[in-house]
């Protein structure tokens, strides 16, 4: 069985257009096993509940934006361990770096493309088989 299929992902933007770009990708690339949220408190709640291997998360969001909700999961010890991607329209260095301060495991610039998106992936988490 591939390892794709034991992946767990969510996607976080309150954009239903961004989640659904996102879960094409991550279905071109095999992974079928996505849950999606529409802002950042959203996925707090659901990660709560059932933690995921991989977020994405998009930055720009009402309630909790990005990098809020990364600092949430990583105070909170079931989801300390998840790997953490923000999508983001503007690689802002220095909300890169801010980020890397709670523990950002990769970002992904849009517009990105299906090989785009399992190389940040695959940076975070080895080659997808």
Do not use: W
Not at 20 to 46: F, H, R, S
Not at 78 to 107: H, S
């Amino acid at each position: 069985m591939p390892y794709t299929q034991h992946l767990k992902v969510m996607v976080v933007d309150d954009t239903s257009v961004s989640r659904m770009l996102l879960v094409d990708g991550l279905n071109e690339i095999g992974i079928k096993n996505t849950v999606l949220a529409a802002d950042g408190e959203q996925a707090l709640q659901l990660m709560m509940a059932g933690p995921c291997h991989i977020v994405f998360s998009d930055m720009n969001m009402p309630k909790l934006n990005g990098l809020q909700l990364l600092k949430a999961l990583r105070e909170y010890a079931p989801t300390r361990q998840c790997c953490f991607i923000l999508v983001t329209g503007k690689g802002d260095r220095a909300m890169i770096e801010e980020g890397k301060k709670y523990g950002l495991n990769n970002f992904l610039a849009k517009p990105f493309t299906t090989a785009t998106l399992k190389a940040a992936i695959e940076a975070v988490v080895g080659k997808l088989v």
